[in-house]
C-alpha cells in the first residue's frame, strides 16, 4: 500500500469514527475489505467494544443467508441514526463464513443498500467462538450494553422483538448520564 493510499485510508477512518463517535484499529492491525466492513479477529473485536465505552452499544448479530436477520437489520440501522446523538453506537456483527469470496461480495451489497454507516465486521473466527465465547447459538442475536460495557440485555432468535429493543435503547440512555 503506497502513501497516498494509507493517507487516504486515515481520512476515510477519520469519516468513520466521526459518524459512529468511537475509535477505529489501525489500518494494519485488521484487513480492511471495504471502508463498510472490517474483517476482526475476536480480541479486534473486543477493544473496539472496549474503545466505545461511554456510549450505548447494540451489537447485531447476523448472518448473510438469515432472512430474519435482513429483515431486521434495518430496524438497528434506523434505532443509530435516530439516537446516535443520545451517545447510541451499532455494531453489526456477521457470523457467515469471511473465507468466502462471494458471500462477502454479497454482504457487502447488502451494507451499502442499508445505507449501514456503525461499524460492520465480519468475525474472522471459527463458529465455536461464536458458540463458546459470544454465546450466540442463533441468528439474529442482540446484545445491549450501557455505557460503562456492561451487558444490559440479550435477544436471540424468537425473542427478538425491536420495538422492545428500541423501548431498552431508550431505557438505557436514559439512564446514563
Known amino acids: 500500500m503506497d502513501r497516498l493510499d494509507r493517507l487516504g485510508l486515515w ?31 475476536y480480541p479486534q473485536l473486543l477493544e473496539e467494544l472496549r474503545l ?20 431486521g437489520f434495518p430496524k438497528v440501522i434506523a434505532m443509530q441514526r435516530k439516537y446516535a446523538q443520545d451517545g447510541l453506537t451499532t455494531v453489526t456483527l456477521c457470523l457467515t ?13 447488502f451494507l451499502r443498500q442499508q445505507q449501514s454507516t456503525g461499524l460492520n465486521v ?15 447459538d442463533s441468528v439474529p442475536c442482540l446484545f445491549l450494553f450501557d455505557r460503562s460495557g456492561r451487558l444490559l440485555h440479550k ?23
Open 11 to 41: 481520512i476515510i477512518m477519520g469519516m468513520v469514527t466521526a459518524i459512529i463517535g468511537g475509535p477505529l484499529l489501525h489500518p494494519a492491525d485488521s484487513e480492511v475489505i471495504d471502508p463498510n466492513l472490517r474483517v476482526l479477529k
Open 52 to 71: 466505545a465505552r461511554g456510549r450505548i452499544v447494540l451489537v447485531d448479530c447476523w448472518m448473510e443467508t438469515c432472512i430474519p436477520c435482513k429483515r
Open 97 to 109: 463464513d469471511p473465507t468466502d469470496r462471494a458471500s462477502r461480495e454479497r454482504i457487502r451489497g
Open 122 to 136: 465480519l468475525l474472522d473466527e471459527p463458529s465455536d467462538i461464536c458458540q463458546t465465547k459470544l454465546r450466540v
Open 155 to 177: 435477544w436471540s432468535n424468537d425473542e427478538v422483538d425491536y420495538d422492545q429493543i428500541e423501548q431498552r435503547v431508550i431505557a438505557a440512555i436514559r439512564s446514563t448520564p
